[in-house]
């Protein structure tokens, strides 16, 4: 088992900036891969970036050049830092860890509400 703690997110102006952060912990798998999602109601979860624990990068085309993730591996932390944010942007942000073992294993964080609006 993986468990994920997230931290950040809020209220913020259309342009303003936020971080959100997560910590896993548990069973770390070798072979893994950390990011973030989000979700509005009515909608799919939707993929917004993950990163290897090589170092590859994964972008939603509507956050890129906008957000920034990164992660420390020895920590098994991933952070998100959103500058630009625009209200479309306002969604529940999860947290994945996505261990590769035997099978595939996804773990979610509860979410945090990152909410853009003047």
């Known amino acids: 088992q993986v468990q994920l703690v997230e931290s950040g997110g809020g209220s913020v102006q259309p342009g303003g900036s936020l971080r959100l952060s997560c910590v896993a912990s548990?069973?770390?798998?070798?072979?893994?891969?950390m990011g973030w999602y989000r979700q509005t109601p009515g909608k799919q979860r939707e993929l917004v970036a993950e990163?290897?624990?090589?170092?590859?990068?994964n972008y939603a085309d509507s956050v890129k050049g906008r957000f920034t993730i990164s992660r420390n591996n020895a920590k098994n932390t991933v952070d998100l830092q959103m500058n630009s944010l625009k209200p479309e942007d306002t969604a529940v942000y999860y947290c994945n860890y996505r261990g590769v073992g035997p099978v595939v294993m996804d773990y979610w964080g509860k979410g945090t509400l990152v909410t853009v609006s003047s």
């Open positions: 990163m290897t624990a090589g170092g590859s990068t």
């Open positions: 548990g069973s770390i798998f070798r072979v893994n891969t």
